[in-house]
């Protein structure tokens, strides 16, 4: 069973940056849209940035100019550069991979960010 790896979370500064990866554990064919999720604490899971195997991006609007997501297709690789960090940032951020044709998606562990006042 293949497995959504990530990595990069960790604690930071408000006004600090941190660069979230993640890659599958195995082969993935047909991987369509690449994305991240969050959940803050005691609220729900909500989306953060996505990317088309296009290159077509979406973003909340509460990261917009300050994250961006990119992805080595080569790698089935994801990234989520996050800048300008501030508190409210603070969740656990999710990798998804959605595949072609809504045949199915991959969900990672989740990785824990927390930016301090």
């Known amino acids: 069973q293949v497995q959504l790896v990530e990595s990069g979370g960790g604690l930071v500064q408000a006004g600090g940056s941190l660069r979230l990866s993640c890659a599958p554990s195995?082969?993935?064919?047909?991987?369509?849209?690449m994305g991240w999720y969050r959940q803050p604490p005691g609220k729900q899971r909500e989306l953060v940035a996505s990317?088309?195997?296009?290159?077509?991006?979406n973003y909340a609007d509460s990261v917009k100019g300050r994250f961006t997501i990119s992805r080595e297709n080569a790698k089935n690789t994801v990234y989520l550069h996050m800048s300008s960090l501030k508190p409210e940032d603070t969740a656990v951020y999710y990798c998804?991979?959605?595949?072609?044709?809504?045949?199915?998606?991959?969900w990672g562990q989740g990785t824990q960010v927390t930016v301090s006042s």
């Open positions: 998804n991979l959605q595949l072609m044709f809504g045949v199915r998606d991959y």
């Open positions: 195995g082969s993935i064919f047909r991987i369509n849209v």
């Open positions: 990317m088309t195997s296009g290159g077509s991006t």
